[in-house]
């Protein structure tokens, strides 16, 4: 079964502009996982977040986990058309399985 | 140099017959795992192998049969393929199975 939703499905913005995306789960996680995934490629891993972290920072990209409410965010800031791309997240659930979720379509218009 | 690699990257052929989709990962990671992602972009775990022992056997029709002849390899065979087989089949190997993944290319898999 689907166990991540993320929202919203699609996303347009200028370049420039913060981009957020939410993800939401339905059972408890070891770590959470972004991923990206350019038109006809497969995906690339982001960022991992553990149960016990709150927020995480890598670059453009800041992720946050509410382990209360289940569900997590990625933000690109000062986002550029190359982040044109489907987004992603993965809850592992501690079978070791990754769950991911529908995805996010974001375009950044240059 | 490629890290996870998938062949063939396109593959058509007609309902009933088998076929087989490889994969090779060169970062030494101890895992690997077969993905299908649906025309929907939905993408959900079918196999996963830790150290060539198959771990996560999700509810995949038995025509679906992976084989990992060493930790370097996990390939996908496919018996009496079907119309709804069609997909884009992703490979992709973690250091351990609670690691980041890396995935491969991507199969593109078209059943007429």
């Known amino acids: 079964s689907q166990q991540g939703e993320e929202d919203p499905q699609a996303l347009s913005i200028q370049e420039g502009e913060n981009a957020t995306m939410n993800c939401s789960y339905k059972t408890s996680i070891n770590n959470l996982q972004w991923y990206r995934q350019n038109s006809g490629r497969g995906l690339v891993h982001l960022i991992l977040i553990r149960s016990n972290e709150r927020e995480k920072h890598s670059g453009r990209l800041r992720v946050t986990l509410d382990t209360s409410k289940k569900s997590s965010s990625l933000l690109i800031t000062a986002s550029r058309a190359a982040d044109t791309a489907s987004y992603f997240c993965?809850?592992?659930?501690?079978?070791?399985?990754?769950?991911f979720g529908a995805g996010t379509i974001l375009r950044v218009k240059s | 140099d490629t890290a996870v690699s998938q062949t063939p990257k396109y593959l058509v052929t007609q309902m009933g017959n088998d076929k087989s989709i490889k994969c090779e990962q060169n970062?030494?990671?101890?895992?690997m795992y077969w993905y299908k992602q649906d025309s929907k972009k939905f993408l959900k775990i079918m196999f996963s192998y830790n150290n060539k022992e198959l771990i996560i056997n999700e509810t995949v029709p038995n025509r679906f049969s992976p084989k990992s002849p060493d930790k370097a390899h996990l390939n996908l065979h496919i018996n009496s393929l079907e119309l709804g087989d069609s997909a884009v089949y992703f490979c992709a190997s973690s250091r351990r199975m609670d690691y980041e993944q890396y995935f491969g290319p991507g199969t593109r898999l078209t059943v007429t």
């Open positions: 993965g809850s592992m659930e501690y079978g070791n399985k990754l769950v």
């Open positions: 970062l030494g990671h101890d895992t």
